[in-house]
């Protein structure tokens, strides 16, 4: 059989990786920070960029390139068919009783997690969440509710890489400390993130279970510290555990 090594392209691949890193900042990046970047030759960069752009992939602006509104045509026709979506906004559509807080939904990629739908409160955060937007999973409440429910080998193999520079001085500071807080959340049903992402807000997250009793996404709840007392966070944690676990019904488990 064919090496499946010798079929890649190399510069599908490179694309991929300035995509990915041009969604990662909100500034347009030139060709010589994006081949340091991912470790490519300027020459290479180059022409993958100037292509895409021609293709209205990019932007090809003064400081650099950026991504293009034809890129929203993918996320849509993801999100369109993603029956996890689907039933993430019929739910809340049919369930008032966290109207009045942000929700999300997540999925947990390698060790970050991608936001695949969001509704924001009117009420201020001090943060929006939007699709697409990605953070650290050891510090959000869905990336720790999914992570917690892997086998620890596998849980370890993904944080394996440096921890992520600690977003307050809430953020978990090591794995050890990650794993013992994982047992407490997974005996909840929901996982915690107490200003870990922002000072001042609290996000409650519980996982959505598919097939092989795997997570394949999470769903959370956002509010301010002050709405976040003991009784609270157990009713709405309770909330979102079932949410999460009406969901999982049509996942497989």
Known sequence: MTDPAK?????????????????????????SDLARD?????????????T??????????????????????WSGAYIERSSLVSDFQRILSRDNRLAQYTVTLSTLEGD???????????????????IGMRLPAVYSATGKAMLSRLPLPERHAILARP????????????LASFDEASERWKELGYAIDNGEIRDG???LGAPIIGPGGRPVAGIAISMTSAEARPEVQQELGGIVRDIAASMNLHHGD
């Open 112 to 130: 970050q997690v991608t936001y695949l739908a969001c509704r924001n409160s009117d009420s201020p955060l001090g943060f929006t969440f939007r």
């Open 52 to 73: 895409l752009a021609e293709a209205g992939v990019l932007n090809s602006e003064d400081r650099g390139y950026s991504l293009a509104a034809h890129c929203l045509r």
């Open 201 to 203: 807000m609290v996000c």
């Open 38 to 50: 991912i470790g490519a030759p300027k020459s290479s960069v180059y022409g993958i960029c100037e």
């Open 163 to 174: 921890w992520h520079p600690p977003f307050t001085a809430n953020s978990v500071a090591d």
């Open 7 to 31: 079929r890649r392209a190399p510069a599908v691949l490179r694309a991929v990786h300035i995509l990915d890193r041009l969604a990662a900042t909100p500034e347009p990046l030139g060709v």
